[in-house]
């Protein structure tokens, strides 16, 4: 008794064991006859419809051959690019048993038409039947490692089969099941593709499948630049002030490319401005970059050349990330604020500003060199006495400004000698630590600060930005 129960189970405890724990994506029975989520190339021939007491996904004629060898119809479910998987279901084809060519297939890594993985189940096996196969822009290719004629073939009638297809982003090992959940008929390593939809259709036959699960892996910054993008959703008020922001800038550095600062102008720089969780940005990339596809064209117009991202890229969580890699280029990726309660106003000016501000930095960085004092963590930031009198310092200099404002050039000199006087005597007492601290963080944010307000008068006086004040 305990023999046979060892012998009964252990295939599952291995099977269990060698699977990796992948989330389930998506679950289809089409008990409501519908089916969600579900793409296919040809939506005349696909419908649901009730077989032997269940609505099953049916494939009601065969496909027509296109310009390459490759099965002819497919429906995949389009909400799910994946890496690693496990797409399990049931299929049953209603061809001729006595037509030993007959088939059905399970997509994977699907990316468009003509690049693609499959599984074709037959009732017979040779180079081409009964194979995992490869569609890469060219007729396909058995990519199974068992010698051709070697795999083992069930869908010799017209019963309901179960089916399980995997893929294993680690190893690269995919494996095909039809029947025996526990011992794979065909097996591969093949990372080509690496990523993609799932799907069911057939070389050239009609079929009929029912209860497809799919567990994975969500792919994360690899769209393929021809698959079809994902739908757009509409924008938020927010996100179209960003935008604005983004055109404003771009259309006012266009205008005056060398007056804001020599060399640094963002209409030809590379960089990136991202709203966490939502889309990433990258303008003015000197060549297309995986992970990026063509900026929605429902969304307004920038100016420039922007490539678009949707979600989150790379590790880009945070509000700022310099020195980042994209593309073969280091650069600065500009987070924006995720939600914009509590930003000054008006938004659009205020987040302009911002972007000019940060990617000045990266500029400064490049062309200056690193100022290596001015992030000094020794400053004395809890010392009462240099807060007071920087404060003090603060007081006459405003004092300086709205006296110079009014006119008053003796009053003003007379301040800036007070304020020379009382700084003297501040990094006297600071030491030197204080000193060059204060000075690099002056050169570094005075600058960049010059480098916003410069931007921001020139984009005040640019036509294409109505919307600033
Ligand atoms: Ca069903």
Redesign the pocket.
Known sequence: MLVALLVFTSPLLISAAEEPKLPLLAAC???DGQATGWQPNNPAHWRVARQDG???YELTAPGEQGKLRAPTSWSVLAAHDVTSFRFEGRMKSPADPGNSYRDLCVFFHFQDPTHFGYVHFSARSDELHNIIGLVNGADRVKTNLEPAGKTTFRLTDTNWHRFKVTYDAATGRIEAFIDDMGTPIATAVDRTLGHGLVGVGSFDDTGSF??LKLWGIAERGQQSPDRPAPPISPLSDYETQALNACRAVVSAFRANPETVWPGYNLAVETYLVYLPKKWVLLFNAASAVEGFAAYPKEWPELGTKVSYHDGSYGDLVGQLAFDFEVGGVKTVAIGLPEDPKGLPSPLDAYLAGFIVHEVFHQFQAVHFGEIPWQREERYPILDRDNTALAALEMRILMDAVSRAQRGARPEVEDRLRMFAGVRAERWQVGGELVARHEQGLEIREGTAQYVQMKALSLIGKTAASKSFP
């Open positions: 029975d089409f008990e269940s609505l099953v029912d209860d």
